[in-house]
């Protein structure tokens, strides 16, 4: 009986198996292209947060923790851009983290992002900042003129980093050779003017921006005010005063708060009350500001009233600067023993500042028992305090007294120790 064989099925075309070889490895392709695609959807996701985060830091006033964040980035593999960079180098600078902003800077130029207009822009905005405690100022140059295409952000970059570091006349020609200025060039030359005190100059800065037609922004009218206030420039104010009347979205409580401050130091009361009363917006500073200007004319009441007030009506819990002024306010008008009353009725430990309104009081009102009495109540010294008690001391010294605040001696006849004795000797 012949055995019955089975037969191989013929193989498949070679046509057929490239295609189907093909369609497997376009099937793995698109596997991988779609697993690639998720890792690099995640990674964006991850950095877009950590970016997120890092720009949050800043906006909160939170600059150290921005360069954790960076850090943090770094950490886990994600690749920090082009929009990550002028973020942190402001925090860098900021924070006043000279090392961490040279470890970011290298970084830049790592990435090859060096050329990118906005990382230099704050780059030398950060050198500028560092310049003001470490001499990098050069930096900051060097960065500059680098720069082929220079943008306005640049140019104000380096006029407010000099400004910041009091070198006002060496801004102000980068200012006058700028082609093109925006508000923000103006403000940084304003600014720079007033903290380096010359109030005069920032006003006359204004008075050009104004004739160029550049419509100043509640930030720069702010730093204005600020000059007018030092100088009573009190028809300037008004200006702009009537000029935020005009434009009521720009009030707020910090432009508010300088408008009661211009008014109080340019002597109008009424105004400065007007300002107040019509506020919708009333910070702590705010509240400070009108105490001070209130202890600066010598009215206890009001000043007393508005202290009282903060709490009750606007549940604002006064503060140590509240509490200052107050105590300023009282010692002016010579109530002393009020002063010091209230100065042991506080909530919290007294600082410097209001030790040294009661000892100016003392010293005014020529009460040598008072001054030694506040000197022995001091637990802590401060710098302030003892500058206030030098002067105290010096201004009160009596004909014949080769010291002051004499040290009283111990049960054993010993002088007793410390910062007040020492400071006792004139």
């Given amino acids: 009986m012949a055995l019955c064989t089975l037969e191989k099925p ?7 198996v490239i295609v189907f070889a ?17 890792i690099k959807w995640r990674l964006k996701r991850r950095e877009r947060i950590l970016g997120e985060n890092l720009k949050g830091c800043l906006d909160n006033n939170e600059p150290f923790k921005a360069t954790s964040c960076y850090y943090e980035m770094v950490s886990a593999n994600s690749r920090p851009n ?36 906005h990382i230099r822009s704050s780059g030398i905005q950060m050198y500028a900042t560092f310049g003001h405690m470490c001499g990098d100022v050069d930096s900051a140059k060097e960065l500059f003129e680098k720069m082929e295409d220079r943008s306005i952000g640049s140019w104000n970059a380096m006029v407010s980093g000099l400004a910041k570091c009091g070198m006002v006349k060496e801004a102000r020609e980068l200012f006058d050779d700028m082609s093109e200025k925006d508000e923000i060039s103006w403000s940084a030359m304003i600014d720079g003017y007033i903290k380096g005190g010359y109030y005069k100059e920032a006003l006359e800065v204004f008075n050009v921006m104004q004739i160029e037609e550049i419509r100043p922004r509640k930030f720069v009218l702010s730093s204005v005010l600020a000059a007018c206030a030092n100088v009573g420039a009190l028809d300037q104010g008004r200006w ?15 432009l508010g708060t300088a408008l009661v401050d211009m008014y109080m130091k340019c002597g109008r009361l009424d105004m400065a009350w007007d300002v107040f009363e019509t506020l919708k917006e009333k910070e702590v500073f705010t509240w400070n500001a009108m105490i ?6 010598g009215l206890v009441d009001e000043g007393l009233r508005n202290m009282e007030s903060m ?11 509240h509490y200052g002024c107050v105590v300023d306010l009282l010692g002016r008008a010579g109530l002393l023993a009020e002063a010091e009353e209230l100065i042991f009725s506080m909530p919290m430990e007294p600082n410097a500042a209001v030790w040294g309104a009661l000892l100016g009081a003392c010293r005014i009102h020529g009460n040598a028992e008072l001054g030694e009495r506040v000197g022995r109540f001091c637990s802590s010294w401060s710098t302030k305090i003892v500058v206030d ?24 006849g010993e002088e007793e120790s410390g910062p007040f004795l020492e400071l006792a000797m004139i």
């Fill in 311 to 321: 709490e009750k009506v606007y549940d604002i819990e006064p503060e140590m600067e």
């Fill in 22 to 38: 093909m369609l497997l490895l376009s099937a793995l392709d698109v596997q991988e292209r779609r697993k690639s695609t998720i």
């Fill in 292 to 297: 001070c200007g209130l202890a600066m004319h």
């Fill in 10 to 16: 013929p193989l498949p075309p070679l046509s057929t």
């Fill in 240 to 254: 702009i005063h009537a000029y935020v009347k005009k434009n009521p979205d720009f009030l707020d409580a910090v």
């Fill in 389 to 412: 008690m030098h002067y105290y001391q010096t201004s009160m010294r009596r004909p014949g007294d080769g010291m002051m605040l004499q040290s009283e001696e111990t049960d054993e």
């Fill in 82 to 117: 082009k929009f990550t960079y002028p973020t942190l180098l402001k925090a860098c600078g900021i924070a006043e983290a000279t090392k961490e902003g040279v470890q970011v800077h290298a970084h830049v130029i790592k990435q090859g992002l060096s050329g990118d207009g």
